[in-house]
C-alpha cells in the first residue's frame, strides 16, 4: 500500500508541474474579423512551417505552427503588430521582425539595444518578473524567462520565453508561451534557432 501511494505521488507530482501555467480564455464577444491566415505551408518531411509576417517577411519555425484561432481564443498580444501561432501541444508563439522606425513607434526604444536595456522596466511596469536572462552580444540577442499577469485574468500569472534580437537592420521580437514542459522541451534553443535561421 505504501508503494502504491508513493507511485500516485509522483504520478501526480509530475502530472501537476509538467502543466502550462498558461489558461487559454475563449472569446466572449464577436469580433467581426475571420481568421488571419499568416501560415503558408508545412514541409513534413524536414519538420518546418512557413509563415509570412506582417512587413512581408517570410520565415521558417520547425514544427507544425497553425494560425492562432482569433475568433474563439484572446491572445495575450505580449508583441503588438504581429501574427500569433500554435504548434500542436497549443504552445503560443508571437513572433515580429520590424524596422528599427516602425519598432521605435510603438516601442519608444531605438534599436534593439535600447529596448533591451529598458526590458526590465517595461516587464516590472505591467507587474510581471523576468525570473532569468541571457545576453549574447556575439549573435546580438537577449532571452528572457518572465513571470507575468494575464491580460484576462490579473490574478493569474503565466510564464513566457521572450526573445528580442538585431540583424540585418532588423529588430526580431519572438514569445513562446502557453508551453507544458513535458511536450515541449528547449524553449530558449527553439527561440535562437528560429533567430539564427531566419
Known amino acids: ?25 475563449e472569446q466572449t464577444e464577436k469580433l467581426g474579423i475571420g481568421n488571419v491566415t499568416s501560415m503558408v505551408s508545412i514541409d513534413s518531411i524536414n519538420n518546418f ?48 521582425i520590424f524596422d528599427p522606425e516602425f519598432h521605435r513607434l510603438f516601442t519608444g526604444n531605438w534599436g534593439f539595444e535600447a529596448f533591451s536595456k529598458n526590458y526590465f522596466r517595461i516587464v516590472k511596469k505591467v507587474n510581471g518578473e523576468i525570473i532569468s536572462s541571457q545576453i549574447n552580444k556575439v549573435k546580438n540577442f537577449s532571452l528572457y524567462k518572465v513571470k507575468m499577469p494575464s491580460r484576462y485574468n490579473k490574478n493569474a500569472f503565466f510564464t513566457s520565453y521572450h526573445l528580442i534580437g538585431e540583424k540585418n537592420k532588423k529588430i526580431y521580437r519572438m514569445v513562446l508561451y502557453n508551453i507544458d514542459e513535458t511536450n515541449f522541451e528547449n524553449f530558449d534553443t527553439f527561440l535562437i534557432n528560429t533567430f539564427d535561421n531566419n
Not at 5 to 22: A, E, N, R
Not at 61 to 83: Q, S, V
Request: net charge positive; with cysteine; glycine share 6%.
Open 49 to 96: 512551417t512557413y509563415v509570412n509576417l506582417y512587413g512581408g517577411n517570410k520565415i521558417k519555425l520547425t514544427g507544425k505552427w497553425y494560425d492562432f484561432n482569433h475568433a474563439k481564443y484572446k491572445d495575450e498580444r505580449l508583441i503588438t503588430h504581429c501574427p500569433v501561432f500554435v504548434d500542436e501541444n497549443n504552445a503560443i508563439l508571437e513572433i515580429g
Open 1 to 25: 500500500m505504501k508503494n502504491f501511494l508513493l507511485i500516485l505521488f509522483i504520478i501526480s507530482f509530475k502530472f501537476c508541474f509538467g502543466q502550462s501555467d498558461y489558461v487559454v480564455v
